[in-house]
């Protein structure tokens, strides 16, 4: 993972290339202990390592808490997705699907592995269904956001087309 990405907490710290577990590679913040995480290093990872015990991770300090708000991802500014970790909401985790990339806040790699092992069907099954739920509700917000943007005046369509290329948010690639 690029260590060129910043972190984005009170002092945008370049993160550092760690890692998570043995064979786990990430970038956390030498500030704040936040982590991002790759997804397809996750995958590798998940694919190689065996059942996670409490005994292969480090003591959970502070509990994982939720910060309430969406994040810009590091490596090209999008929101991130604020996913539920698991049916009780206690916290969620902050994904960018098109750069495959998750961010954890302190505490939160902790919370998911602290049990006496890691429930890989649970983690599959909310993937699967937050994945279903996009799928399905993404034409409705697709078709809420195209009247909104064509309820606009031209002058005021140009300065949301402006403002969304200076953000990224329609980056292809």
């Known amino acids: 993972m690029s260590t060129r990405l910043h972190c984005s907490c009170a002092h945008r710290p370049l993160l ?9 590679p990430a970038a956390a913040c030498p500030d ?13 990872w998940r694919s190689r390592a065996p059942e996670l ?14 910060h309430g708000r969406a994040r810009a991802c590091p490596a090209c500014t999008r ?15 902050d994904r960018c699907g098109p750069c495959q990339l998750v961010w954890l806040d302190p505490g939160e790699w902790q919370a998911l592995v602290q049990g006496d092992k890691f ?12 994945t279903r739920a996009i799928a399905l509700h993404s034409p409705e917000v697709v078709s809420a956001l195209a009247d ?16 969304s290329e200076r953000r990224g948010w329609f980056r292809r690639g």
């Open 79 to 93: 929101l991130m997705e604020r996913l539920p970790v698991d049916a009780a909401e206690a916290f969620r985790v």
């Open 53 to 66: 015990s409490a005994a292969h991770v480090s003591t959970v300090t502070d509990t994982a808490a939720d």
């Open 119 to 130: 429930d890989r069907t649970r983690a599959q099954l909310l993937l699967e269904d937050k």
């Open 148 to 163: 909104f943007y064509d309820s606009l005046r031209p002058e005021q369509q140009k300065t949301v087309r402006e403002m």
């Open 16 to 24: 550092k290339n760690v890692a998570l577990e043995d064979g786990l």
């Open 32 to 44: 704040c202990g936040a982590v991002l995480l790759n997804m397809d290093d996750w995958r590798r």
